[in-house]
């Protein structure tokens, strides 16, 4: 498969994933508007911060790495090897769901009964959901390493749609349940999202049509299942040393780094999770598949070299035109944001603040998620190694410096550490990635200079809504504010046009791939 067919099918599953996104975000505020009718917010509250921490942090430490490893392999490979090693990920999620619930259940305080009932069977049954998703996980490898868009749409739309379907059933009809509800959900959720990718694969490989797919590593469903390899490996040790390398990563960004406050966090990464994560995760998986970890840039097929580094340029572009756009508006809008979204108990004290903070840690958060898609899809395993070291010598000064800080400006002094902490990352993934092209005719890391034009565009639109917030909002009532989200709206679109004025490669990049339909999705 060619540079220019991956970049295509990649881009394919970075739209498809941001209108996900769209659509669960939706779905899941639609949701809660609905639930809140009937079910106190308290049990809401529960279901959103502490049990879906608990999945989303089993899921995350038990599967990210073997994820990252495994999808940056050669197609040239012992895919037994890789799928044996994939379904490690079920037992390690049984040891985590166990670990993480006896932390939720013993060292956190537990809820009171008769506001949240039924919170240890919500810990057991969220922690069940998180294992029964593990087991999909050579399926969802297999879809995700050929890049098949249209059954990942189908399987995680029909999944939360039916899950949404079965709350909102027991909501009306068992309300009493209380956690019960949504843990059963939870499991119903995975439960099918996982039955969509074995009943696909069983299908396809079953039919005539599995015969034409000289892509595809196995024939049969079985062959997706554990066994032994012809030569009697059981995994692939160069794998399995990479996987254990990037969960020593994973272990320590998820522990050290990561977090911050819960409304502040919700609204502030909304904007980022809904478009960097999908770009991030998409994108991951085309460097992993163009470039070759272990080779310098000028012992590469160069076809390939310039490809990526066209893309990365690209997305380096769209991330930092994407935070700037949050960050500069952001800081004129986050008060009036939260008085629409809480009321003056949010919006009279730090909240603005907390969300203005916020918002530069957004722009580092994207310029961040694009260097290291990149550095760790182009990275080997002593590359990765000295990292990890690298992140473990720094996470002493960033908890200091987040002692230091909380002190000195409260929660404000968190967020401004975690800027620090992730201004660090980015000048790690940015010395890779000049070390890694400097033998190359190709400067990707040009995507972080803007033109003196479009610059000035931002400053200006800057200040003019500083100004309208002070004269404008949030006191003046309604009519003074729709005139500061008019003159926002205003701002926003000329700075908007001044981009597409500007930035013509990115305007190239962001139609060709991103906005034309592609054939090469026949499988799916």
């Given at each position: 498969?060619?540079?220019q067919?991956?970049?295509?099918?990649?881009?394919?599953?970075?739209?498809?994933?941001?209108l996900?996104?769209?659509?669960?975000?939706?779905?899941?505020?639609?949701l809660?508007?609905?639930?809140?009718?009937?079910?106190?917010?308290?049990?809401?509250?529960?279901?959103?911060?502490?049990?879906?921490?608990l999945?989303?942090?089993?899921?995350?430490?038990?599967?990210?790495a073997?994820?990252?490893?495994?999808?940056?392999?050669?197609?040239?490979r012992?895919?037994?090897?890789?799928?044996?090693?994939?379904?490690?990920?079920?037992?390690?999620?049984?040891?985590?769901?166990?670990?993480?619930?006896?932390?939720?259940?013993?060292?956190?305080?537990?809820?009171?009964?008769?506001?949240?009932?039924?919170y240890?069977?919500?810990?057991?049954l969220?922690?069940?959901?998180?294992?029964?998703?593990?087991?999909?996980?050579?399926?969802?490898?297999?879809?995700?390493?050929?890049?098949?868009?249209?059954?990942?749409?189908?399987?995680e739309?029909?999944s939360?749609?039916?899950?949404?379907?079965?709350?909102?059933?027991?909501?009306?009809?068992?309300?009493?349940?209380?956690?019960?509800?949504?843990?059963?959900?939870?499991?119903?959720?995975?439960?099918?999202?996982?039955?969509?990718?074995?009943?696909?694969?069983?299908?396809?490989?079953?039919?005539?049509?599995?015969?034409?797919?000289?892509?595809?590593p196995?024939?049969?469903?079985?062959?997706?299942?554990?066994?032994?390899?012809?030569?009697?490996?059981?995994?692939?040790?160069?794998?399995?040393?990479?996987?254990w390398?990037?969960?020593?990563?994973?272990?320590?960004?998820?522990?050290?780094?990561?977090?911050?406050?819960?409304?502040?966090?919700?609204?502030?990464s909304?904007?980022?999770?809904?478009?960097f994560?999908?770009?991030?995760e998409?994108?991951?998986?085309f460097?992993?598949?163009?470039?070759e970890?272990?080779?310098?840039?000028?012992?590469?097929?160069?076809?390939?070299?310039?490809?990526a580094?066209?893309?990365?340029?690209?997305?380096?572009?769209?991330?930092?035109?994407?935070?700037?756009?949050?960050?500069?508006?952001?800081?004129?809008?986050?008060?009036?944001?939260?008085?629409?979204?809480?009321?003056?108990?949010?919006?009279?004290?730090?909240?603005?603040?907390?969300?203005?903070?916020?918002?530069?840690y957004?722009?580092?958060l994207?310029?961040?998620?694009?260097?290291?898609?990149?550095?760790?899809?182009a990275?080997?395993?002593?590359?990765?190694?000295?990292?990890?070291?690298?992140?473990?010598?720094?996470?002493?000064?960033?908890?200091?410096?987040?002692?230091?800080?909380?002190?000195?400006?409260?929660?404000v002094?968190?967020?401004l550490?975690?800027?620090?902490?992730?201004?660090?990352?980015i000048?790690?993934?940015?010395?890779?990635?000049h070390?890694?092209?400097?033998?190359?005719?190709?400067?990707?890391?040009?995507?972080?200079?803007?033109?003196?034009?479009?610059?000035?565009?931002?400053?200006?639109?800057?200040?003019?809504?500083?100004?309208?917030?002070?004269?404008?909002?949030?006191?003046?009532?309604?009519?003074?504010?729709?005139?500061?989200?008019?003159?926002?709206?205003?701002?926003?679109?000329?700075?908007?046009?001044?981009?597409?004025?500007?930035?013509?490669?990115?305007?190239?990049?962001?139609?060709?791939?991103?906005?034309?339909?592609?054939?090469?999705?026949?499988?799916?």
């Amino acid at each position: 498969m060619g540079s220019q067919e991956v970049l295509g099918q990649a881009a394919r599953l970075a739209s498809s994933g941001l209108l996900l996104q769209v659509l669960f975000r939706l779905i899941t505020f639609v949701l809660n508007a609905f639930i809140l009718r009937f079910l106190s917010k308290e049990i809401v509250g529960v279901v959103n911060v502490r049990l879906t921490l608990l999945y989303s942090t089993t899921l995350f430490l038990a599967r990210e790495a073997f994820r990252r490893a495994c999808l940056s392999g050669s197609t040239q490979r012992d895919w037994s090897q890789t799928l044996n090693l994939l379904w490690l990920t079920a037992p390690l999620g049984v040891l985590w769901s166990l670990f993480l619930g006896l932390v939720w259940l013993q060292l956190l305080e537990v809820p009171d009964p008769n506001v949240a009932p039924h919170y240890a069977a919500g810990v057991v049954l969220f922690g069940l959901s998180a294992v029964v998703e593990l087991l999909g996980e050579p399926f969802w490898f297999l879809a995700q390493a050929h890049m098949f868009v249209k059954l990942k749409v189908i399987a995680e739309s029909l999944s939360v749609v039916l899950k949404s379907v079965l709350t909102v059933f027991l909501v009306l009809w068992l309300p009493h349940w209380g956690l019960y509800i949504f843990s059963l959900a939870q499991l119903f959720y995975t439960t099918v999202l996982v039955l969509c990718y074995v009943i696909y694969f069983t299908k396809l490989l079953g039919s005539p049509e599995s015969t034409k797919l000289q892509t595809l590593p196995v024939s049969r469903i079985t062959d997706l299942l554990p066994n032994i390899t012809r030569n009697g490996a059981i995994i692939n040790w160069k794998e399995a040393k990479l996987t254990w390398s990037f969960f020593k990563q994973s272990f320590l960004k998820q522990i050290l780094t990561e977090g911050v406050y819960d409304i502040v966090n919700n609204l502030g990464s909304l904007v980022a999770r809904l478009l960097f994560q999908p770009i991030e995760e998409s994108f991951y998986v085309f460097f992993a598949k163009v470039l070759e970890r272990e080779k310098d840039a000028t012992l590469q097929k160069q076809e390939d070299v310039a490809v990526a580094a066209a893309v990365l340029e690209s997305l380096l572009k769209l991330a930092l035109l994407s935070g700037l756009t949050i960050t500069v508006f952001g800081f004129a809008y986050s008060q009036l944001a939260l008085d629409i979204y809480g009321g003056t108990m949010l919006s009279s004290g730090s909240g603005p603040v907390l969300l203005r903070s916020y918002c530069l840690y957004v722009l580092l958060l994207a310029i961040n998620g694009v260097t290291e898609c990149f550095t760790f899809a182009a990275m080997s395993k002593e590359e990765v190694d000295r990292y990890n070291f690298v992140m473990l010598a720094l996470s002493s000064s960033f908890l200091v410096l987040s002692y230091l800080l909380t002190r000195w400006c409260g929660s404000v002094g968190f967020i401004l550490a975690n800027c620090f902490n992730m201004g660090i990352r980015i000048t790690q993934s940015l010395c890779f990635i000049h070390h890694y092209y400097r033998r190359s005719p190709h400067r990707p890391l040009a995507g972080l200079c803007l033109s003196p034009v479009l610059l000035g565009a931002f400053a200006l639109s800057g200040g003019v809504t500083a100004v309208s917030e002070v004269f404008l909002c949030c006191e003046q009532g309604w009519p003074a504010r729709l005139g500061h989200i008019a003159l926002g709206a205003f701002c926003l679109g000329a700075t908007l046009g001044t981009a597409f004025l500007t930035e013509t490669k990115l305007v190239h990049f962001l139609r060709t791939q991103l906005g034309v339909p592609r054939r090469t999705d026949k499988t799916t």
